[in-house]
T-cell receptor, first 114, second 110 residues
Framework: ETGVTQSPTHLIKTRGQQVTLRCSSQ?????VSWYQQALGQGPQFIFQ???????GRGNFPPRFSGLQFPNYSSELNVNALELDDSALYLC?????????????FGPGTRLTVL | QKEVEQNSGPLSVPEGAIASLNCTYS??????FFWYRQYSGKSPELIMF????GDKEDGRFTAQLNKASQYVSLLIRDSQPSDSATYLC??????????FGKGTRLSVIA
């Protein structure tokens, strides 16, 4: 157990809908990163939040957006869902700052878009 | 384009044998290297990280790094059926995002 929690566990949406995924970081961690993992692929970086500010973004369109709250929990929002958005969405928390910053993953949210 | 390459497998080894998982990366500036284990339907679990050339041992696991060859490996000694999973290699430059390979599926045969 990493202490990182995500909700919901599973979600089924239809194309065009919007979805919000949630993540609570491990105690003492101020950085949250979101990844998308399609079947048979490695996780792909979506974006990262550090102390409530986005400080890095991968190659994902603007319909993927996020927030980080003062308690360092985070949300991932996806608008106008497409079939290709079906994937496991992973949240990872870390301490941030200098040095080797190890990321610990939550259990993930499995999103299915029909 | 920063890339991390792994053989997708499956890599099949008998119980008790040594499993050797390999990973190459394209970004010479990569500074830290991670191995995650992912069971089917679950999230990645950190096994170990390494950032200096050479070997790093943790129980049955040994990570090996050769920055000149841009190569990192994970050895699993005395492999057990419970080690059957997908092993993800991830690399990082500074505090930039992790770049993952597609993973190698390991099957340990009892």
């Amino acid at each position: 157990e990493t202490g990182v929690t995500q909700s919901p566990t599973h979600l089924i949406k239809t194309r065009g809908q919007q979805v919000t995924l949630r993540c609570s970081s491990q105690s003492g961690h101020n950085t949250v990163s979101w990844y998308q993992q399609a079947l048979g692929q490695g996780p792909q970086f979506i974006f990262q939040y550090y102390r409530e500010e986005e400080n890095g973004r991968g190659n994902f369109p603007p319909r993927f957006s996020g927030l980080q709250f003062p308690n360092y929990s985070s949300e991932l929002n996806v608008n106008a869902l497409e079939l290709d958005d079906s994937a496991l969405y992973l949240c990872a928390s870390s301490q941030g700052g200098a040095g080797v910053d190890t990321q610990y993953f939550g259990p993930g949210t499995r999103l299915t878009v029909l | 384009q920063k890339e991390v390459e792994q053989n997708s497998g499956p890599l099949s080894v008998p119980e008790g044998a040594i499993a050797s998982l390999n990973c190459t990366y394209s970004d010479r500036g990569s500074q830290s290297f991670f191995w995650y284990r992912q069971y089917s339907g679950k999230s990645p679990e950190l096994i170990m990280f390494i950032y200096s050339n050479g070997d790093k041992e943790d129980g049955r696991f040994t990570a090996q790094l050769n920055k000149a060859s841009q190569y990192v490996s994970l050895l699993i000694r005395d492999s057990q059926p419970s080690d059957s999973a997908t092993y993800l290699c991830a690399v990082r430059r500074g505090n930039t995002p992790l770049v993952f390979g597609k993973g190698t599926r390991l099957s340990v045969i009892a």
